[in-house]
């Protein structure tokens, strides 16, 4: 990489982050990253136990097991590891975007609460015709999945020639496919629904809102603490949709424009909406079986070996370093898998990564080029792997397809 081109990194959030994660929460409603600095303080917390857990995990062949997290966090995320990736420009300090993995949401005894969309026909004999209607039903889902959230960056780095967007939102896939044992079968995605400028929400004013008397923010912040109160409040049975203003009905199971770029990105990766939506806003939930996504089987981990000069790389990827003491950083940059199954960077990568060659790194090759202007050379995205088990044969690497890919 050009020494004068500026360098992103991705690493884990810490307590100096959080005036600049408030402000960047309050430029969307995201039920997991709140404009609340109590909630934030105590998600940063946890995330740096998760580093740390992972970090010590990594060195063990047993599961790890999840213990109870603190800081103002829901009942949702009770037992689960919390992830928060802050994206800066090297050397600043400055948080310009963030995203967050929570290694389970619920379980048993602590479901996730949401509608599922369903039809219903009805017929009469006496005119010979009939009518289909979509109701809603409280689901109560039990079985724990990973959960993207929060993914924000700043409106003037949105487009930028490196796909910071993009970077900030894969690294979750990346850091999720080096530590899988934490992590779980699912994973789901809730994504926003369209939000006015000031902050309400039209399906929760003419569905919700009915039922538990509260405005869309008050529900929105007790949700961090319970959600018993939505199965104690919504009723059970069917609610017909059809008893809704129509603009109201069109913006359930759809999402913003702000959002939209996400859906796509999740779709490409093999997320899909099945009729699941939030009983707050009615944004859709997508989910991608964990082991299924492509990107997630192309990760590998690899010691890295001596240096080497960029024009003797031939790909491009996330590479992530995580050290003893949970401190992990993510960059995007060209690589080279040499015979030996080493992982060769540039010293300017290395140094980014505040790392050292012989060290362990994940990495995850790319398809699109991170630098414009290198040449088509270095969208491949073959995966050399480190051990006999990873090897594969180049009959079998042909078969391997990308699935209809795409964060929250």
């Known amino acids: 990489m050009p020494k004068s081109a500026p360098m992103y990194v991705i690493r884990r959030a810490m307590a100096s982050d959080l005036p600049t994660l408030h402000k960047l929460s309050k430029m969307v409603h995201f039920i997991n990253l709140p404009p609340d600095q109590e909630i934030i303080s105590g998600k940063i917390r946890n995330s740096r136990k998760s580093f740390t857990r992972a970090a010590r995990d990594a060195k063990s062949v047993h599961k790890p097991k999840a213990t109870a997290a603190s800081g103002g966090l829901s009942e949702k995320t009770a037992l689960a590891d919390i992830f928060m990736f802050v994206l800066e420009e ?30 219903r026909e009805k017929y009469t004999n006496d005119l010979k015709f009939g ?49 899988r044992k934490m992590f779980r079968p699912t994973i789901l995605a809730e994504l926003m629904a369209p939000i006015s400028s000031d902050g309400t929400s039209l399906v929760w004013d003419t569905l919700g809102r009915r039922f538990i008397p509260l405005s869309y923010e008050e529900a929105d912040r007790f949700c961090q603490y319970s959600r018993e109160f939505m199965t104690e409040l919504l009723p059970e049975g069917d609610i017909h949709l059809s008893l809704l203003p129509p603009q109201a009905r069109a913006q359930i199971g759809e999402v913003g424009p702000e959002t939209l770029p996400a859906r796509r990105m999740l779709e490409r990766l093999g997320f899909e909406y099945n009729g699941f939506v939030d009983p707050f806003d009615g944004g859709p939930y997508v989910t991608a079986n964990t082991d299924e996504i492509q990107i997630v089987k192309d990760t590998f981990k690899a010691n890295i070996g001596a240096t080497i000069h960029h024009d003797q790389t031939d790909q491009v990827g996330i590479v992530s370093v995580l050290n003893n003491e949970g401190d992990f950083r993510a960059i995007q940059t060209a690589f080279q898998v040499d015979r030996s199954g080493k992982l060769r960077l540039t010293s300017e ?37 480190t051990s006999s088990k990873k090897k594969t044969s180049k009959k079998t690497s042909k078969k391997k397809t990308a699935r209809r890919s795409a964060s929250s």
């Open 131 to 179: 009518t289909k209607h979509t109701v809603a039903r409280v689901h109560l889902d039990e079985s724990g999945p990973t959960e993207l959230g929060g993914l924000i960056l700043q409106p003037s780095f949105r487009g930028h020639k490196m796909k910071l967007g993009r970077f900030v939102a894969l690294v979750r896939f990346h850091f999720l496919a080096l530590h």
């Open 349 to 385: 990568a290395v140094v980014a990564l505040h790392a050292e060659v012989g060290a362990e790194a994940g990495c995850t090759p790319m398809r699109v080029p991170i630098e414009p202007g290198r040449g088509s050379k270095r969208t491949k995205s073959v995966t050399k792997k």
């Open 90 to 119: 090297m050397n600043t300090e400055g948080c310009i975007g963030t995203s967050q993995l929570v290694s389970q949401m619920g379980g048993v005894g602590h479901p996730n609460v949401c509608f599922k969309l369903e039809q």
